[in-house]
């Protein structure tokens, strides 16, 4: 079982920064993905960016240039972050943290970010 805590979010202006955590405990394996998908009413969910326990990232397009991942892990805990800048009104979305390992994958309670003046 693994439980995933979010942190962050919430409302921000146009071309203004955020800072996302993510910690997943519980049952944890040394070789693992951990990052952020969004999702809008309008859009299926896509990818914002992931880490692996290899520190190999991966950003989805919308956000390439603009956004930063990085994870740090203890014995019992996996923690990831996220820094985004010059935010746009289509950044607006519900951010959900997703931890995956051995072929199965969890997703954190999701967190608002609405990007508006």
């Known amino acids: 079982q693994v439980n995933i805590v979010q942190s962050g979010g919430g409302l921000v202006q146009p071309g203004g920064s955020l800072r996302l955590s993510c910690s997943a405990s519980?049952?944890?394996?040394?070789?693992?993905?951990i990052g952020w998908y969004r999702q809008t009413p309008e859009k299926h969910r896509e990818l914002v960016a992931t880490i692996s326990s290899a520190n190999n990232t991966s950003y989805g397009d919308s956000v390439k240039g603009r956004c930063t991942i990085s994870g740090d892990h203890a014995k019992t805990t996996v923690t990831a972050y996220l820094e985004m800048n010059s935010l746009k009104v289509g950044d607006t979305a519900i951010y959900y943290c997703y931890y995956i390992a051995q072929g199965t994958g969890h997703w954190g309670p999701g967190s608002q970010v609405t990007v508006s003046s």
């Open positions: 519980g049952t944890l394996y040394s070789i693992y993905n």
